[in-house]
């Protein structure tokens, strides 16, 4: 009997001195899936796209429409060609780019209301 | 004026300087510099996008323009209710009854140097940008529409629906008011608006207003044209010969 509470204990002891970020860890804190679909490199770091992204692409949105200056560094559509999933071609989608992790951040995403988070996307028309 | 604006300025008139100087070789590439303009340059205020329409060439039943705007910018959502549709550009056609004098013409927002929506607008969602193409900003856009009612030529609707198939350099979507954008995504590159480019009969010219050697002022100057409601004073983009 005591043989078998000192295994047990063991047993507690060594599973709380795993080493953090192991498999516990991860059980623990699920992690949104980042997937890049097309690898390279970003228009900076991804520290600080992660944490700037959002203010790069306002500032860019208020030149390129009121003031009509194009080509910058920053744009949306430049955004999806290279993070767009290679199977659904979407930004959008549970595993893909941007609302696996604005889902994980509980961020409500809106650029997709109106902008196609679709790559390489062809709309056709119909007379109104 | 911001310093910036003053900076653009001087470079235009440095520009408008080199013209002067050196006629006929220069004209033609400094009519290129002005429809395609370089990444990161701002759109000037030297310049007015306008459009000529020659109703007398417009041919009544004819909606190519109409097919070509709405495939250029992704029109292609069924609305509920006929009324809710979009009106970036319609036909309309007109008949003097005195006289019995018909006319059919395209219709769309006029681009207005003093633009009615402008000045209603709530959150300066709608504006006109320097080269006096009338936008309306979507960021910042709260949906009230009041411009659509500020509108003399209805040339604004809402988009009450989701919307998924959008032209991915033509965003719009629901809760947002929009009109036409004289194909501004297209004019930024130096091409000319999707409609003009469609009219089979060459009805439409597309052009700068305040470059006298353009085409569109020189047809100005030289022929009878009207701008809708003129009594309105708005002062008008869109201009029309033949009414």
């Known amino acids: 009997m005591r043989r078998a509470a000192t295994l047990l204990a063991l047993g507690v002891l060594s599973w709380l001195t795993l080493p953090v970020g192991s498999v516990r860890a991860a059980d623990a804190t699920p992690k949104p899936t980042i997937r890049i679909a097309s690898e390279g490199s970003c228009i900076a770091p991804p520290e600080e796209m992660r944490r700037n ?24 559509n430049e955004c999806i060609a290279c993070h767009a999933s290679k199977s ?36 056709t028309g119909a007379k109104p | 004026m911001s310093h910036n604006d003053r900076r653009g300025f001087l470079a235009a008139t440095a520009g ?75 036909k309309i056609d007109i008949k003097d009854p005195k006289n019995g004098r018909q006319h059919s013409l395209p219709m769309m927002c006029q681009h207005c140097a003093e633009p ?31 411009c659509m009612m500020a509108c003399p030529y209805k040339a604004r609707s809402f988009v009450h629906q989701p919307l998924t198939r959008q032209n991915p350099e033509v965003p719009r979507g629901i809760g947002c ?16 608006p999707a409609c003009v480019e469609a009219c089979p009969e060459q009805a439409m010219l597309f052009g700068d207003l305040e470059d006298p050697n353009s085409e569109i002022a020189r047809r100005i100057a030289s022929v009878a044209t009207a701008q809708v409601r003129a009594d309105l004073k708005l002062d008008t983009g869109v201009r029309y010969q033949g009414i």
């Open chain 2, 16 to 90: 408008l300087g080199m013209v002067a100087l050196a006629p006929g070789v220069h004209l033609m590439q400094v009519a290129q510099a002005q429809t395609k303009r370089a990444a990161g340059e701002p759109a000037s205020r030297l310049q007015r996008w306008g459009m000529l329409i020659d109703t007398t060439k417009c041919a009544a039943g004819c909606d190519a323009c109409v097919k070509a705007c709405a495939a250029e910018n992704g029109i292609n959502e069924t609305v509920a209710d006929p009324r809710q549709a979009s009106q970036w550009i319609r």
């Open chain 2, 116 to 146: 009615p929506c402008v000045d209603v607008c709530p959150t300066g969602a709608s504006m006109k940008r320097a080269d006096g193409i009338v936008l309306v900003d979507r960021h910042i856009c709260i949906g009230c529409r009041y």
């Open chain 2, 177 to 192: 008011v929009e009109s036409c954008t004289l194909c501004v995504h297209r004019v930024d590159k130096g091409l000319k």
């Open chain 1, 88 to 123: 659904t071609g979407s930004v959008l989608g549970k595993d893909n780019f941007c609302e696996s992790c604005h889902a994980y951040a509980a961020v409500k995403l809106d650029c997709w209301d109106c902008h196609q988070p679709k790559a390489g996307f062809s709309a």
């Open chain 1, 53 to 76: 992204h959002m203010e790069m692409l306002k500032h860019q949105r208020d030149r390129t429409l009121r003031q009509g200056m194009r080509g910058e560094k920053a744009s949306l």
